[in-house]
Every structure is written in C-alpha cells, then in structure tokens.
C-alpha cells in the first residue's frame, strides 16, 4: 500500500511539474481527472471518468473532462487508445507498450514486447508520413471470454 502511494505521488509530481512547465493551470478538475485516469487500469472512457469524478465535482460537464483528456493527451501525459469503431479510451502508461483488445467483452490489456517497438518501417511510410511511435494492437478474445465460450 505504502509503494502505491508513493507511485501516486511520484505520478502526481510530474503531471503538475509537465502543467507547470507547458503552462497549463493546475484546477481541481484537471487534478481528478488526471488521478482518475491513473488509478482506472482499464483504459477508461471520458464516459468512464465523467462518472466516477462527478460526485466529487458536481459541476464539472462532459465537454470539460473530453477537452481536457484530449489536452492531456496532447501533451503526452496520457495516450488515447486505438479503438476498432468503439469510444475513445485513454492509457495513463506512456512507456513504450501495445495492447490486446478482445473482440467480446472489450477490455483491453497492456502488453510488452521489445521486438514490436523496433518495426521496421516501410519505405513508402516512411517517405509520406513522420513516424512518431509504434504501437501494436492484438485483437482477438481473452481469457475470461475463451472460457465462457469454451474455445
């Protein structure tokens, strides 16, 4: 429990050092919202978060959580999640990772593995476009709905 909180900390002190040094005003929303999204391990949805953190900030609107994820994530504090055609889902992990997502339930799970990072990329890519990141989605069904379905 001690080792969470100091991760919580040390999380919290670069968010409000990242605010600071990119000039972004540091409000009792945003901090929820940024703790909110750190403490959701399931790549929440601005639905997901909205709900969690509007008992404690009654007056805070949708818009304000949406714009404010999508500020986050344009400063590289948080990513957004590819989807395939669902909401948009953010990830408070910016370490280079990929993602499994099922098909069933839709969870999607956090994945690491080195050899995805390095991809090469293909030339005609690489000659249209300024690659800043890889990141590999696995779709398919976890375990949990593997088992209900019996496959």
């Given at each position: 429990?001690?080792?969470?909180?100091?991760?919580?900390?040390?999380?919290?002190?670069?968010?409000?050092?990242?605010?600071?040094?990119?000039?972004?005003?540091?409000?009792?929303?945003?901090?929820?919202?940024?703790?909110?999204?750190?403490?959701?391990?399931?790549?929440?949805?601005?639905?997901?978060?909205?709900?969690?953190?509007?008992?404690?900030?009654?007056?805070?609107?949708?818009?304000?959580?949406?714009?404010?994820?999508?500020?986050?994530?344009?400063?590289?504090?948080?990513?957004?999640v590819e989807g395939s055609g669902g909401v948009r889902r953010f990830?408070?992990?910016?370490?280079?990772?990929?993602?499994?997502?099922?098909?069933?339930?839709?969870?999607?799970?956090?994945?690491?593995?080195?050899?995805?990072?390095?991809?090469e990329i293909p030339k005609e890519v690489k000659e249209k476009f300024?690659?800043?990141?890889?990141?590999?989605v696995i779709e398919g069904i976890c375990d949990g709905c593997r088992?209900?379905?019996?496959?």
């Open positions: 429990m001690k080792k969470e909180k100091s991760i919580e900390k040390k999380n919290l002190d670069k968010f409000i050092n990242d605010c600071k040094t990119l000039g972004l005003k540091i409000t009792p929303q945003r901090l929820a919202i940024y703790k909110e999204v750190l403490n959701t391990l399931d790549h929440p949805s601005t639905e997901k978060i909205y709900r969690n953190i509007k008992g404690e900030h009654p007056n805070i609107s949708f818009d304000t959580v949406n714009r404010t994820l999508l500020i986050f994530a344009e400063m590289g504090i948080i990513q957004i990830d408070p992990n910016t370490k280079p990772h990929h993602h499994f997502h099922c098909i069933k339930c839709g969870v999607i799970i956090d994945f690491y593995y080195k050899k995805y990072n390095g991809l300024l690659v800043k990141k890889i990141r590999v088992k209900s379905l019996k496959i």
